[in-house]
């Protein structure tokens, strides 16, 4: 299970993370959504110190993390227990397919080379990738190297896996295969933590929907409670915002799509 | 004064047996100078507290004085405060000097290397469970490599034919060789342009190699 | 990548342990019977270099001198400030062609002089007009950077009229002076006489030759060196008295230049 209570976290003047409590269970799919800026990914980056957190503590699996006193070591413990999937995929670009899903295994496991292939291999057949198991990274498609990454996080059997944003800097035509295969794991009851703007496939996926604003937990509980009945005013606000915005997206969607196309091919 | 080609020709062979030595001083200190060099960059990188204040003064100091001076002070000027580096010979004092003075230089286009991979690249490695150590060797490094090559190619071009100031203390390579072979007869421009041509063929090949290098590293990247 | 990092560590580490090896050994040759002589063998026919050794009237003298009073010699090349800087740090013993001025004098002990040194002017072969020190006024001359022709000719020059122009080394002198860029080029006398006569420079030497200094080897100054010197001194005077020096000195210039002629 991943607990963390009395997150606080400041960068300069401005406190992105107020005092933030929650628990996600083993085997249970938690979505964060909120309006940009509130904190989501901070919170996602401080759960592996990508950030390292001014104050609480930070439990996961088997890791108890307390981010007044930390040592280096407990922090590659705690990182040991958790894998994410980047919003700009962050794939190794020296590495193809293949060996950027192997080579955590290989270096920090000490997995011989032979087994880790199968291990990658397999799980790039599980994301549809096997095909390209030895392409680099520049030679793939946005979608292509969001399930590569998706591979990638998988590889190191993590006690929870973090996705920021996992289909934000895709092309429109590359969201549903990479939301397919996120479906497929939660599906599996991997622990997953997923920061996105996709509000169907949260309602989808999620066991439970977090709605953070500035910095603080606003309103947390089942897709149905949140899309449906949401409680707190400001959780309405932000879901009828998005509902509008949605509407516009699908408008433009047909000529801005097509452009966006033509300037990742070149 | 006419150019005596047949002269020029005819001393090849003596000079070139002076290529090991020039390639021994350029290739040595080039490894002593990368291995200093990725430290200071990775103490600019990372800003490590008082070695990077250390680091910055190193650099800057072996940057902004000549090399020659630099060979000066470590043959002659050192044994004087230390006795017992009195014993260290000419080659291994402008090795000394060569590494030092190059591997300033190397430290800031290392730096530069670093700096232009990509943070997410780290992050990525940190992610899944490596530690920054093995990011660094598996990930960040070979990336960074890639960039540095060229000018650490430069760098290590210059160092060749600078080698030439070890005359100074007394190792006699390429350059000197050429200058001392046309003390007996007075033909110097014959002799440089002998030893001009063994450097240029010399750099040429060097080119070559790191092109090759260069497109095998390069694999990676294209589409 | 982890196997390149240490691979070239190791390597590195080798190669310098091989050097301090090497660097050992030379140190063990210095033992007393011994003497290292710096040189820059960049005048013939003083000392240049031919297939490989040093050799040169002063090559010659030098080490009849330092044999006959049994010692052994040992050459060590390097530029003139590379020879400088090893003489002043005891990394060779003296030095070959270190003329002796007054300032030199004072920091360092000296055996008896083995030649006699003059400056000599280089002109243009058409040049009619310089053949002696004061035709050279209010015109340029070229001088050897580190040598003390230069000097000398400052030293002769009281009231500032001649300017002087320093070079790396002599192959651009040569072709300045010929082209008539620079009026004229100050260096050893006897040096220049040869090599035009040997060596086709397309120069000729002026008539007046002028100050004359005194070449002798130059030692650190320590209680050592002077039973050195002293030894080195009575080997030169027996080798005087029976005209080895004075044979030398015909074999390589037709004259002698190893006695005064201003004294």
Redesign the interface.
Known sequence: MIKVSNLKKRFDQTEVLKNINFEVNDGEVVVIIGPSGSGKSTLLRCLNFLEQPDFGTIQVGEVTVDATRVKRAEINRLRTQTSMVFQHYNLFKNKTALENVTHALIVTQKMDKNEADQIGRDLLNQVGMVQKADSYPVSLSGGQQQRVGIARALAVKPHAILFDEPTSSLDPEWVGEVLRVISGIANKRKTMLIVTHEMGFARQVADKVVFMADGVIVEQGTPEEIFDHPKNERTKQFLQEYTKQFAEDIKVDSHASSEKRDLLST | MNFDIGYMIEIIPELLKYVPITLYLAIVSMIIAIVIGVFLALILVNKIPVLLQIAKVYISFFRGTPALVQLLMIYFGLPQLFPLLNSISAETAAIIAFSINTSAYLAEIFRAGLESVDKGQAEAAISVGMTYPEALRGIILPQAVRNAIPATGNMFIGLIKNSSLAFTIGVTELLAQGKLMATSNLKFFEAYFAVGLIYWVLTMLYSKLQEWYENRLGKAYQR | ??KI?SL??L??VL??TA??Q???G??SSSEDKVIKI?AT????PL????D?EI?GFVVEVMETIIENAGYETEW????W??VL??L????IDTAAGFALTPERAEKYDYTEPYYYSRVGIGVSKENDTINTLEDLKGKQAANILGSNYGEVLKENDSNNEIEVINYE???VV??DV?SGKIDAFVTGREMLLV?VKD????LKVAEEAFGEKPVAMPFVKNEENKKRIEELNQSHEELKADGTIKELSEKWFGEDVTVSVEE
């Open positions: 990548m982890r990092v070239l560590m390597v590195a190669l310098l050097c301090g090497s660097a050992g030379t140190e710096g063998p960049d005048g013939y000392y240049y270099m031919e490989s050799k060590v090349l390097s530029d400030s590379g800087a090893s002043e740090t005891g990394k080394g002599p192959e040569y072709q010929a090599q060596k086709e420079i397309p």
